[in-house]
Structure formats: C-alpha cells, structure tokens
C-alpha cells in the first residue's frame, strides 16, 4: 500500500517535471526571453529536490513500519585479515528457517577485506529467546573446501538488535575463527 503510494506521488511529480521541461523548450523555440528560462529552470531543479527528499521521508518511514525498532533484529558479515579462509557463500538461519543465503563475488570480499561490513538480514522477531545459525563455505587452509557452522542463542529485548557475524583469523592454530558478537 506505501510502496504504491510512493509510486504514484514520484510519477505524477515526475509528469509534472516532464512538463515543465516541454514548456520551457517550446517557450525557448519561441524566442522567450532568457531570464524566464533561468527561472523555470531553477523551478524544477527545485522540484526534483524536493522529489528527492519526498523519496528518502518515505524509505525511512517505510523501514520504520515494516521493521520497527521493538522488534528489528540485523545481522552484519565482517570479515578481519582473511588469509586462513576465503568465503565464497554464507546461510543465515533463524529459528530452523533460513532467512537469507548470499553468494560472494570477488568485488563484495574485497570490500569485506578493505574493512567493510555487509547487511546480510534484516527483520521482525517478538521478544524473548532465538537460536541463530549461520553456515559459511569457502576454501580453507591448504586451499581444501571448507564448510564450518557458528550458532549462538540471542535473548530478544524490546529494542532493536544487532548481531555481527565475524570472521577471522587464528594465526598459532592455523584456522578461521568464526564468531557471533551481539551488539548491546
């Protein structure tokens, strides 16, 4: 229902543009004068400014609907130093269900690399205790395919939850570290 309103307020403000833009070329074929240009010309950027800013009050009163802070839960993928390991694909379960599975391309663990963090989930889940499980495939030491598993138990509270999945490197075991870090 929001999605549909927020669509049809874009198109018909970008109708609107559309045809403030025919005017000023017809007006400019017919030899108005520059300054009117000028003035149109600031109208609809000013329009499609506020176009903008229409567009992101809604996203983010949509997130706040669809996903309200008592009962939003996201999990984050980090990855730190990533020699040991080299992640091809992680799955997120929630509850025995899974909520999300992601494919890594070269681009996406470079950026992991560099320091970045990648939203993997993001939801609705009542208070109270939940079982997360995430699966992490890729190429393991001595370059073998390897599959390991990371499970923790969250107690829900009536604010918003955050939950870093982080993976890491044990340098005097030899082995990946695969850790679940609850963000208080």
């Known amino acids: 229902m929001i999605k549909k309103t927020i669509i049809s307020l874009m198109l018909i403000l970008l109708t609107a543009i559309s045809s403030i833009s025919v005017f000023a070329e017809d007006s400019a074929n017919a030899g108005a004068p520059s300054e009117e240009l000028r003035s149109l010309d600031s109208q609809i950027q000013s329009l499609k400014k506020e176009v903008l800013d229409l567009n992101r009050d809604l996203f983010m009163l949509e997130e706040e609907l669809l996903f309200p802070s008592n009962t939003q839960i996201s999990v984050f993928l980090s990855l730190d130093v990533g020699k040991l390991f080299q992640l091809d694909s992680v799955q997120l379960k929630l509850n025995n269900k899974v909520v999300a599975n992601h494919l890594y391309t070269k681009r996406e ?27 992490y495939t890729g190429i393991g030491p001595n370059n073998r395919t390897y599959k390991q598993g990371s499970t923790t138990i969250i107690d829900k509270t009536s604010s918003a939850q955050f939950i870093e999945l982080k993976i890491s490197d044990n340098v005097t075991k030899q082995q990946p570290v695969f850790e679940v870090k609850v963000w208080e």
């Open 109 to 135: 663990i470079a950026a992991l690399k560099r320091g970045g963090v990648q939203r993997i989930f993001t939801g609705n889940l009542p208070s109270g205790k939940h079982e997360i499980v995430a699966f």
